[in-house]
């Protein structure tokens, strides 16, 4: 009785580990697929396109916008479509613009909602100076 029971739990606890495991495998290829979208060349475009409807110099010497990155630990997909970004511009901190970007039937992609700072909104006005 014993004998089968250490079986039972033997078996149990090596189901879990393997289900444990394919999740864990499952989440960080999910994970990595997200990283590549968001570094792809139709993302860069259309996170371009974005920035510069908001300062039409973004990216530019002349421009309030300098540069931006991508938190690559928030990414994570929308549940009504697309993929949740968020960027730093300017590597300062409090200029963070949180987005959601979804695909076209074209393939490309846009950012179809967005979250800006005030500091963002102060920084193009010419009232915030950076860190």
Excluded at 82 to 108: H, P, T
């Amino acid at each position: 009785m014993k004998k089968s029971k250490l079986i039972v739990l033997v078996l149990v606890v090596f189901g879990l580990s393997i289900g444990g495991c394919s999740l864990i495998t499952g989440h960080s290829t999910r994970k990595q697929e997200m990283i590549e979208i968001a570094e792809s060349q139709k993302m860069k475009v259309a996170i371009e396109e974005y920035l510069k409807n908001l300062d039409s110099e973004a990216l530019t010497p002349n421009g309030k916008i300098k540069s931006y990155r991508i938190l690559k630990d928030k990414l994570k997909y929308n549940p009504m479509e697309g993929i949740n970004i968020a960027i730093v511009i300017n590597n300062d901190d409090k200029l963070i613009v949180d987005m959601v970007v979804i695909g076209r039937e074209s393939g490309s992609y846009h950012v179809a909602a967005s979250s800006t700072p005030t500091e963002l909104d102060e920084l193009l006005e010419g009232k915030y100076y950076g860190q």
